[in-house]
């Protein structure tokens, strides 16, 4: 099965600074990546989907690229605001051909005024 | 559309106790799924339900059963509790594309305390 790994420790940045969070998985290579955001006391909320043979893309002030060379995923928001703070979650296909995502632990991310 | 809907928001068992967990989706989606979520473990997978009609283990499935009752409504049951069944459950819904991706959709979650 698929292991991610999120970087554990909460990720502060001031507002108007571009953040960034990594996603590294371990075994086979995905046919898909996806993040999500998670606000406390929420359920978690998509925001985007990358396929294998997309290097990038992008939503609104959201960019997130995949290199399955490295095997990880960036997620960035450019032009950050508090209103981003939040615990940002990535999932990917428990294993080759599966539907069902296994999700990350999530990195924490505080953006200061 | 409310989308997806988890009842109820919080509940206090003590070991031994059953309940339900209910679940319900207005989007027609076809796959649904129950989470759990606890501090430092993200989200883990106690079962699925890919179609109407089937159902399938996740990750940590024992000391659990689910019910797809029809297309919208998955439950969760809790036979008898323990307290390491405490945490937060998360059910959600998908519609999968022909590449077998699927964005999900969650519910608010039930917070579950059992003492």
């Known amino acids: 099965s698929q292991k991610i790994e999120q970087n554990s420790e909460a990720l502060n940045i001031q507002e108007g600074k571009t953040a960034t969070l990594t996603c590294n998985y371990t075994n086979y290579s995905p046919a898909y990546l996806q993040w999500y955001r998670q606000d406390p006391g929420r359920g978690p909320v998509f925001l985007l989907l990358?396929?294998?043979?997309?290097k990038e893309k992008r939503k609104e002030r959201l960019k997130v690229t995949f290199d399955t060379t490295l095997k990880q995923s960036l997620f960035h928001i450019t032009a950050s605001q508090p209103a981003d703070s939040a615990t940002y979650l990535c999932a990917l296909p428990s294993s080759g051909g599966s539907y069902i995502p296994t999700f990350g632990r999530g990195t924490s991310l505080i953006v200061h005024p | 559309n409310a989308g997806v809907t988890q009842t109820p928001k919080f509940q206090v068992l003590k070991t031994g106790q059953s309940m339900t967990l209910q679940c319900a989706q207005d989007?027609?989606?076809?796959?649904m799924y129950w989470y759990r979520q606890d501090p430092g473990m993200g989200l883990r997978l106690i079962y699925y339900s890919a179609s109407e009609g089937t159902t399938d283990k996740g990750e940590v499935p024992n000391g659990y059963n689910v019910s797809r009752l029809n297309k919208r409504e998955f439950s969760l049951r809790l036979e008898s509790a323990a307290p390491s069944q405490t945490s937060v459950y998360f059910c959600?819904?998908?519609?999968?594309?022909?590449?077998?991706?699927?964005?999900?959709?969650f519910g608010p979650g039930t917070r579950l305390t059992v003492t």
């Open positions: 990358i396929r294998e043979n997309e």
């Open positions: 989007m027609n989606h076809n796959s």
């Open positions: 959600a819904s998908s519609v999968l594309s022909g590449r077998g991706e699927g964005e999900q959709y």
